[in-house]
């Protein structure tokens, strides 16, 4: 075999080994009885979960996959990022829809390396701006409801975002979407420290407002249906920066079917599996994968909890994807303040860097890996993961 041969089998093979299999569950509810279309749904957001752990931006689920299941067999057409799809079961309970798959995933574009590890948001309790509009169904906790809803959601989807609640104290979170930033960032940092989270994400439900009737007024024998809208705004901050890193408004509008004097409790199946509950988990299905698409390649980063000479303990750990063995870079703060008060974080990197030694749940513990001892490392200085870029052609 001469050389061209091997350097051929040794580029077809790396190119092969970019293939990679994930196994991922899709979910949908089944409205109107419509169990196929409930399927189709389930297998669509099993596809756009697997392609966004992949590293794959998605701007929506059609434009990805087609996912259509008939009895046993299953057919998908996809972009080229999907070489493979089985199905591996399929299971309908009282309204939802579970189906379960097996996708082989080519990397036809860059393949982003960070997103093997894990950025944890803390998720406020939303803010409901219009509280008089809640009267239609008495849904006065529809702001503490949906913020546990999007939880939920997150947690349940396979992407680089671990959510981590904190839902059950209410935020005046107003200041927050002000073009002014009159916003108080020891908020942030008080939520980031008590959650251990890199991100903050604030939201306000600003609409929920009855619409028209859609039924006719002279078939008696119908229950009342109305339109319903549901807007929220969203905004998400950097707790190690304090600044606003992603923003967006949604809007949907569903049926309210149910009567105007009926007491509707937002935290039962009744009212998340009606067409207004509904279009409402598709804005939290988007946010997660829009959220993804925001940060899930940015850097990890922590902060140094304690100094013991040559090792230091930090607040990443198993749950962010740290592995014993990796190396970090050490980030020094510099903040300054401005003529008008204002403070301005600024990081400036080191040279020092750190070797992982033992990794907790949260926390790990690393060690200096240069010669010279660490200089000037204070406690809270931040830290951030060195991805090395493997070598394709080592034989080693």
Not at 86 to 99: A, G
Not at 240 to 259: C, N, S
Not at 330 to 354: E, S, V
Not at 358 to 380: E, F, G, H, K, W
Request: proline share 2%.
């Amino acid at each position: 075999m001469n050389q061209l041969t091997i350097f051929l089998s040794i580029l077809l093979y790396s190119i092969a080994a970019k293939a990679e299999w994930y196994e991922v569950t899709g979910y949908a509810n089944i409205l109107d009885s419509n169990v196929a279309d409930a399927r189709k749904s389930a297998v669509q957001d099993a596809i756009t979960q697997a392609l966004i752990f992949s590293g794959a931006t998605v701007s929506s689920v059609q434009t990805v996959a087609d996912g259509l299941l008939s009895q046993d067999q299953l057919k998908v057409k996809a972009h080229a990022e999907i070489q493979q799809a089985t199905l591996i079961s399929e299971e309908q309970n009282n309204n939802d829809y579970m189906v379960t798959l097996h996708l082989d995933i080519y990397a036809t574009q860059e393949h982003c390396t960070h997103q093997q590890f894990n950025k944890q948001v803390t998720v406020t309790q939303s803010q409901l701006i219009q509280p008089h509009q809640a009267r239609l169904g008495q849904i006065f906790d529809i702001a503490k409801a949906s913020s546990q809803r999007l939880y939920n959601t997150m947690m349940e989807r396979a992407t680089a975002i671990k959510a981590v609640p904190y839902i059950n104290s209410a935020i005046n979170v107003r200041p927050f979407f002000s073009q002014r930033f009159d916003y108080d960032p020891a908020l942030i940092e008080t939520l980031s420290n008590n959650s251990n989270s890199q991100y903050v994400l604030f939201s306000q439900i600003t609409d929920i407002a009855q619409g028209k009737k859609l039924n006719n007024d002279y078939a008696f024998w119908e229950d009342d249906q109305y339109v319903r809208s549901f807007k929220v705004d969203f905004a998400l901050y950097d707790a190690m920066t304090r600044d606003r890193l992603w923003q967006k408004h949604y809007a949907v509008q569903g049926i309210w079917p149910f009567e105007k004097t009926t007491l509707i409790d937002v935290y039962s199946d009744e009212f998340w599996q009606s067409n207004y509950g509904d279009q409402i988990q598709s804005i939290f299905n988007k946010v997660s994968q829009d959220l993804n698409s925001a940060i899930g390649c940015m850097p990890t980063k922590g902060k140094i909890l304690h100094i013991d000479g040559e090792r230091l303990a930090i607040n990443l750990g198993r749950v962010h994807g740290i592995k014993p063995g990796q190396t970090l870079a050490i980030m020094q703060k510099n903040n300054f303040t401005t003529q008008q008060g204002m403070i301005l974080n600024n990081h400036r990197q080191t040279i020092d860097q750190l070797k992982v030694l033992q990794v907790n749940d949260q926390t790990a513990i690393t060690t200096n890996v240069n010669m010279r001892p660490l200089s000037n490392i204070q406690l809270n200085d931040i830290v951030k993961v060195i991805i090395k870029e493997d070598d394709t052609f080592s034989l080693n």
